[in-house]
């Protein structure tokens, strides 16, 4: 089992910033991609930046690239906990939503709320405008 705990929401005015991050901890992978999804009230979960295990593989819709930023510590040959952070810049009131952080094992970089198996509760981030 994986434990993905997020944090770091809150409310900001257009044109700010913002910086999420993910702890995912527990059972030890070979590999463990981490991405950040989102929802708006009354709209699905939609996919927003992705990290694979490396660090060095990252995956951005095209809504954020550009403003978004997604990172992640030290991962060299820690598997049981790593952190994961998600830098929004330029924020729109478009960008209000829960973010939600999730993790799946394997190296390939998944775009799709099928391809992650475990979740985090998520914070909400709300712009004001």
């Known amino acids: 089992q994986v434990q993905v705990v997020e944090s770091g929401g809150g409310l900001v005015q257009a044109g700010g910033s913002l910086r999420l991050s993910c702890t995912a901890s527990g059972r030890a992978f070979s590999s463990l991609t981490i991405g950040w999804f989102r929802q708006a009230p009354g709209k699905e979960r939609e996919f927003v930046a992705a990290i694979g295990w490396s660090g060095s593989s990252t995956h951005y819709a095209d809504s954020v690239k550009a403003r978004f930023t997604i990172s992640r510590d030290n991962v060299k040959n820690t598997v049981y906990k790593d952190t994961v952070y998600l830098q929004m810049n330029d924020l729109k009131p478009e960008d209000t939503a829960v973010y939600y952080c999730?993790?799946?094992?394997?190296?390939?970089?998944?775009?799709?709320?099928?391809?992650?198996?475990?979740w985090g509760q998520g914070t909400q981030v709300t712009v004001s405008s």
């Open positions: 999730a993790a799946k094992s394997g190296l390939r970089v998944g775009v799709a709320v099928s391809d992650y198996d475990y």
